[in-house]
């Protein structure tokens, strides 16, 4: 399935804003990013976290670049029949990596639900 780019955009702001105060409060100097991942790219990814997690910095210094997040659009609307279920891995995958941000491994957000 595949939405207006500014449809996709306004969808991951609006899930964005309904994540709770206390998962999204502490986000400091993050990026979010909407890109493609390129074609013949392994392993295929919804998400990327890009950054140091909390669990391995102290403070960020002078003219530091922000970590990110990317989520991958074309990957996203790929495994998506439906805006709901679109929506619903935007928001999975877009709360794992959140979860990355703070240091929890893949196992541990899989223990979570949020894999």
């Not at 409060?25 to 991942?37: S, T, W």
């Not at 530091?64 to 929506?87: C, G, K, Q, W, Y």
């Amino acid at each position: 399935m595949r939405i207006a780019d500014d449809e996709f955009e306004r969808m991951v702001g609006e899930i964005f804003d309904e994540l709770p105060d206390d998962m999204v409060g502490p986000l400091e100097n993050v990026a979010i990013l909407i890109e493609d991942q390129p074609p013949g790219a392994r392993p295929r990814l919804f998400g990327l976290y890009s950054g140091r997690p909390l669990t391995r910095r102290s403070v960020y210094g002078f003219g530091e670049l922000p970590d990110r997040i990317t989520l991958f659009r074309n990957n996203l609307e790929a495994s998506s029949s439906s805006v709901e279920e679109l929506r619903a891995r935007v928001r999975v995958t877009l709360v794992h990596e959140i979860g990355h941000y703070f240091g929890l491994s893949d196992d541990r957000l899989r223990e979570l639900g949020w894999a």
